[in-house]
């Protein structure tokens, strides 16, 4: 027998294991469908970053921030499929009302749940600051170019937007909540007429007399409107009909906005671009979520029974429990490949600007090579998702120091 066949024996046997283990402390009750969409929108993050964000090699090897996007339009239908936060925020709010629902009964208040939500998102983004603080001088005594050592901060920096608007919408969800009591899921239109007259505003006739801060009146409406289809979802006010008219309502939207109003066609930011859909959110962003949320509902039966193999499900819930590690530490997977590679030279897919067919094989050939890197950091790092009961009052201390350091220097840079 071949000694590859032997060897890869134990491992199928370890994974089988893990796979039973996981599926026998599956509670029966588990809502596998919302876990799965959770996992899916979560994996979207890091997948397209990696395809829709390259490097360009300056001198002496300095790395600087390009997109395929500039180049090739035609990518663009690919950042709607993996601009997937809309079913994000809709699994956010659909499991907060139950979380909130679980804290009540046990005789919590929505304050005392609200510190706990925050915690858990606060901890592994202090983590990765705090790392990178202490990174960031090392990197410096080795050589390493200033102009790669920003770029490597807008990186970082550029997930963590998303945790603090996520914080922010989390901590109004009772205010969600009676929201969606009252007028189901028509509490969400009105997060939409904000956003479609503040895009009139700043891209209408009145354009010119508007100031550049004005967008970001957006900024919590157009997040925040998923999340209240998710509470709509959770409380129990948003079916299977309300859901259709989503789908059907927010393609159409989508459509309209694209060839009739001349809205970029990327869900992200292009260089060179003036107008960006998502920072901060256009009128594009709440269509397509419309869309994605309104078929996640839709779906969400077919999904479930998909799920109940175990072999399916064990990977969603180890994507699950990595949730915020997946966030927080993607784009320094990226980094740690492309930061040594810099300084080799030209690496097709890494360092090469990413501007041909070329660029787009070679990246595929990276993606794996990223995913591993990312895994071997995160069993690392996952301990800072966890309580930090063994860290003493000095040590929380000097993180939350380094972490500081940290976002003034990426505020300065970004």
Request: aromatic share 10%.
């Amino acid at each position: 027998m071949p000694a590859e066949t032997t060897a890869r024996r134990p491992l199928l046997h370890q994974a089988r294991k893990a796979v039973r283990r996981i599926e026998e402390r599956t509670p029966p009750h588990r809502d596998r469908a919302v876990d799965g969409l959770r996992a899916l929108a979560l994996l979207a993050v890091p997948l397209g970053h990696w395809m829709l964000g390259g490097f360009t090699r300056g001198p002496q090897g300095a790395l600087h921030n390009a997109s395929p996007l500039a180049t090739f339009g035609f990518f663009a239908p690919l950042s709607w499929m993996l601009q997937l936060l809309g079913i994000f925020f809709l699994v956010g709010g659909y499991s907060s009302v139950l979380s909130l629902r679980r804290a009540t009964e046990r005789g919590e208040s929505a304050g005392h749940w609200l510190r706990g939500r925050l915690v858990r998102l606060g901890r592994p983004v202090l983590g990765v600051t705090a790392v990178w603080a202490g990174l960031l001088p090392v990197l410096a005594f080795c050589g390493v170019p200033q102009a790669t050592l920003r770029t490597a901060a807008v990186l970082v920096v550029q997930p963590l937007w998303f945790v603090a608007v996520y914080a922010g919408v989390t901590a109004l969800t009772p205010y969600c909540v009676r929201a969606a009591r009252r007028w189901g899921a028509g509490a969400a239109v009105p997060l939409l007429g904000t956003v479609a007259v503040v895009d009139f505003l700043r891209y209408g006739v009145v354009a010119q007399q508007m100031p550049s801060w004005f967008g970001l009146v957006n900024l919590l409406p157009g997040w925040l409107f998923g999340y209240q289809l998710g509470v709509c979802w959770g409380v129990g006010r948003l079916g299977r009909k309300g859901a259709a008219v989503l789908c059907v309502g927010g393609a159409a939207l989508f459509a309209v906005l694209l060839l009739g109003f001349g809205y970029p066609a990327s869900m992200v930011g292009v260089p060179g671009q003036a107008r960006t859909n998502s920072h901060p959110p256009s009128l594009l962003v709440p269509a397509l979520a419309s869309a994605q949320c309104g078929a996640a509902v839709l779906l969400r039966e077919r999904i479930g029974r998909l799920l109940r193999r175990p072999a399916r499900w064990a990977p969603v819930v180890v994507v699950n429990l990595s949730a915020m590690t997946i966030l927080c530490w993607h784009q320094t997977a990226m980094l740690a490949a492309a930061v040594p590679a810099a300084r080799l030279g030209v690496v097709p897919g890494l360092t090469t600007a990413p501007d041909s067919l070329g660029w787009v094989a070679a990246r595929l050939v990276w993606l794996p090579v990223f995913a591993v890197v990312l895994v071997a950091i995160g069993r690392v790092t996952r301990r800072f998702e966890a309580p930090w009961y063994g860290a003493g009052r000095g040590a929380r201390a000097a993180a939350g120091a380094l972490a500081a350091a940290f976002a003034l220097y990426a505020f300065a840079v970004v």
